[in-house]
């Protein structure tokens, strides 16, 4: 028999670090997430957008929706820059298993930020946010084959190549391979701050 497993939902979530900050996103969010779900480069590689701004207002109020669930599974946070206290992006937990304790990461950062670190910094907190407050055991990601800094990114914070998926990622018009990536609860603990194993 299938045991009833449930994840208390929590909200609202928020989160400082050195340099970001995490925050519930809302609708009047909506002009500074269009700047990066409205720009056709910065979403190249993921499953999202471009989308003009009607529907990354529509995109908000499902975010909205999912954060007031009841047993909440999505998760999607802007990332505050604390330098300038701009909302620069995004970073995303959904659990796909309460049996499992198991759920999906992924982020975005606003294209004129890229390679200033606010990436790695924003999976960090993420799994911050799934393994000490969620109380998750495995966090997993899917990218692009060919999207290299993102793979980057997950190894940065110590997430582990677990093999390829054929033709999982739908971006676009075309379906594309994708690289997966794990982390165990015990993995994140043993860590040190640069995502090694100590
Ligand atoms: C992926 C993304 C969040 C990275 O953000 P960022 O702020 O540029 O990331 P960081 O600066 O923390 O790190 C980028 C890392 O990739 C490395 N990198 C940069 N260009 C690279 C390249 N062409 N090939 C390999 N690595 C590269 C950098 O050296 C850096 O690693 P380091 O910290 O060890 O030096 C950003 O590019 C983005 O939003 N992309 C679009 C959305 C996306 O792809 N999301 C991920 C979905 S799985």
Redesign the pocket.
């Given at each position: 028999m299938r045991p009833f497993v449930s994840i208390a939902g929590v909200y609202p979530i928020s989160y400082c670090g050195q340099r970001i900050a995490l925050r519930e996103l809302t609708r009047r969010d909506a002009s500074a997430v269009h700047q990066?779900t409205g720009d056709s480069e910065?979403?190249s590689?993921?499953p999202l957008g471009p989308t003009r701004f009607s529907e990354t207002r529509s995109y908000l109020r499902q975010i909205e929706r999912e954060a007031g669930a009841r047993d909440r599974r999505v998760y999607t946070l802007g990332v505050i820059e604390l330098d300038t206290e701009d909302l620069v992006?995004s970073v995303g937990l959904t659990i796909d298993s309460a049996v499992h304790r198991r759920a999906e990461i992924?982020?975005?950062?606003?294209?004129d930020?890229?390679?200033?670190?606010?990436?790695?910094?924003?999976?960090r907190a993420g799994l911050e946010i799934a393994f000490d407050r969620l109380e998750l055991h495995r966090v997993w990601?899917?990218?692009?084959t060919s999207?290299?800094?993102?793979?980057?990114?997950?190894r940065?914070v110590g997430m582990h190549h677990e093999g390829q998926l054929r033709k999982d990622l739908r971006i676009g018009d075309q379906w594309r391979d994708a690289d997966l990536f794990g982390i165990i609860e015990d993995e994140w603990r043993s860590q040190d701050s640069n995502g090694s194993q100590s």
């Amino acid at each position: 028999m299938r045991p009833f497993v449930s994840i208390a939902g929590v909200y609202p979530i928020s989160y400082c670090g050195q340099r970001i900050a995490l925050r519930e996103l809302t609708r009047r969010d909506a002009s500074a997430v269009h700047q990066w779900t409205g720009d056709s480069e910065a979403v190249s590689m993921i499953p999202l957008g471009p989308t003009r701004f009607s529907e990354t207002r529509s995109y908000l109020r499902q975010i909205e929706r999912e954060a007031g669930a009841r047993d909440r599974r999505v998760y999607t946070l802007g990332v505050i820059e604390l330098d300038t206290e701009d909302l620069v992006g995004s970073v995303g937990l959904t659990i796909d298993s309460a049996v499992h304790r198991r759920a999906e990461i992924g982020y975005i950062i606003r294209r004129d930020r890229w390679g200033s670190g606010l990436g790695t910094e924003t999976a960090r907190a993420g799994l911050e946010i799934a393994f000490d407050r969620l109380e998750l055991h495995r966090v997993w990601a899917v990218c692009d084959t060919s999207n290299t800094v993102s793979a980057h990114v997950l190894r940065n914070v110590g997430m582990h190549h677990e093999g390829q998926l054929r033709k999982d990622l739908r971006i676009g018009d075309q379906w594309r391979d994708a690289d997966l990536f794990g982390i165990i609860e015990d993995e994140w603990r043993s860590q040190d701050s640069n995502g090694s194993q100590s």
